[in-house]
């Protein structure tokens, strides 16, 4: 009778497609006219299989669903060791790309939602720290990722601690003056570096001997000089700065632009004759 439960019937189950398995692959139905199977997902990121219960109308059935792994790690205060509570952690497989995100627990511990296999980008926001872009990690299909400790550089106090040094050329060591020494929030890799830092948080331009000192609030900075005539100098990672520290950084040199490679040459011509017809 239509709509009634069919017992007794052998349902097969087979993988369609995503290198999945089902197992067992024949199942009778029972009283209710339930089968089941265990899918085992497959690496693909799409899985698809089938039930077919020979005879019956409706069969074959196919369904299909992703595979999928996750991320798992801690959101932790670089300052202290504490984890952050309630930080909100975000996955993307690149910049741009939609985003999947997650709430942190009261230690700071976070699972991700299923995240298809590949490589996944990290970012954290939350108050009164420096929201960062962190690693690239990989996802597997059906696997628990650690991505370990997310540390996190907390925004302390104005004028808390002190960065000095000095600019120079590259190319001779003469100190450059009026150039500008610039901090940057962060402490990991910033990928790319001019859109995930942004602006400079604190600048100085240098006297006549190439020297700069800055005052700041304790956190996590980069280092970089810049004048006009100049290639920016590479990042230098400060780390976390504690309240009262007064750091004095090596001479940053900076590499002159290059003389230009090449030459343009001109031929000039005689135009030819022109006549005016009336």
Same mark, same amino acid.
């Given at each position: 009778?239509?709509?009634?439960?069919?017992?007794?019937?052998?349902?097969?189950?087979?993988?369609?497609?995503?290198?999945?398995?089902?197992?067992?692959?024949?199942?009778?139905?029972?009283?209710?006219?339930?089968?089941?199977?265990?899918?085992?997902?497959?690496?693909?990121?799409?899985?698809?299989?089938?039930?077919?219960?020979?005879?019956?109308?409706?069969?074959?059935?196919?369904?299909?669903?992703?595979?999928?792994?996750?991320?798992?790690?801690?959101?932790?205060?670089?300052?202290?060791?504490?984890?952050?509570?309630?930080?909100?952690?975000?996955?993307?497989?690149? +910049? @741009? #790309? /939609?985003?999947?995100?997650? $709430?942190? !627990?009261?230690?700071?511990?976070?699972?991700?939602?299923?995240? =298809?296999? %590949?490589?996944?980008?990290?970012?954290?926001?939350?108050?009164?720290?420096?929201?960062?872009?962190?690693?690239?990690?990989?996802?597997?299909?059906?696997?628990?990722?650690?991505?370990?400790?997310?540390?996190?550089?907390? +925004? @302390? #106090? /104005?004028?808390?601690?002190? $960065?000095? !040094?000095?600019?120079?050329?590259?190319?001779?060591?003469?100190? =450059?003056? %009026?150039?500008y020494a610039e901090l940057r929030f962060g402490h990991y890799l910033p990928i790319p570096q001019g859109l995930l830092l942004g602006g400079?948080?604190?600048?100085?331009?240098?006297?006549?001997?190439?020297?700069?000192?800055?005052?700041?609030?304790?956190?996590?900075?980069?280092?970089? !000089?810049?004048?006009p005539g100049y290639l920016p100098s590479p990042l230098d990672p400060l780390g976390y700065l504690p309240p009262g520290t007064s750091k004095?950084?090596?001479?940053?040199?900076?590499?002159?632009?290059?003389?230009?490679?090449?030459?343009?040459?001109?031929?000039?011509?005689?135009?030819?004759?022109?006549?005016?017809?009336?």
């Amino acid at each position: 009778i239509l709509g009634h439960p069919v017992p007794g019937t052998t349902v097969a189950f087979g993988a369609i497609s995503g290198g999945g398995s089902l197992v067992p692959s024949t199942v009778p139905t029972d009283a209710q006219g339930l089968a089941a199977s265990t899918w085992t997902l497959g690496a693909s990121g799409m899985d698809t299989a089938s039930a077919v219960a020979a005879g019956l109308n409706g069969s074959p059935v196919t369904f299909s669903t992703l595979s999928v792994g996750f991320i798992s790690g801690k959101v932790v205060d670089i300052s202290t060791g504490n984890g952050i509570a309630n930080a909100l952690v975000r996955f993307r497989q690149f +910049i @741009g #790309s /939609p985003i999947q995100s997650v $709430v942190a !627990g009261a230690d700071g511990s976070y699972t991700s939602p299923g995240l =298809l296999p %590949g490589n996944w980008l990290i970012s954290v926001n939350t108050s009164q720290y420096i929201n960062e872009f962190g690693p690239t990690v990989g996802v597997s299909s059906g696997a628990m990722t650690d991505a370990g400790q997310f540390t996190l550089c907390p +925004i @302390g #106090s /104005p004028n808390s601690v002190t $960065v000095s !040094g000095r600019l120079i050329d590259g190319a001779n060591g003469l100190p =450059l003056s %009026g150039a500008y020494a610039e901090l940057r929030f962060g402490h990991y890799l910033p990928i790319p570096q001019g859109l995930l830092l942004g602006g400079a948080a604190f600048m100085d331009p240098t006297d006549s001997q190439g020297n700069f000192a800055m005052s700041a609030q304790n956190s996590c900075y980069f280092l970089m !000089g810049r004048t006009p005539g100049y290639l920016p100098s590479p990042l230098d990672p400060l780390g976390y700065l504690p309240p009262g520290t007064s750091k004095a950084v090596q001479d940053v040199a900076l590499t002159p632009f290059p003389a230009s490679a090449f030459t343009v040459a001109f031929t000039w011509t005689s135009p030819q004759p022109f006549t005016n017809f009336d």
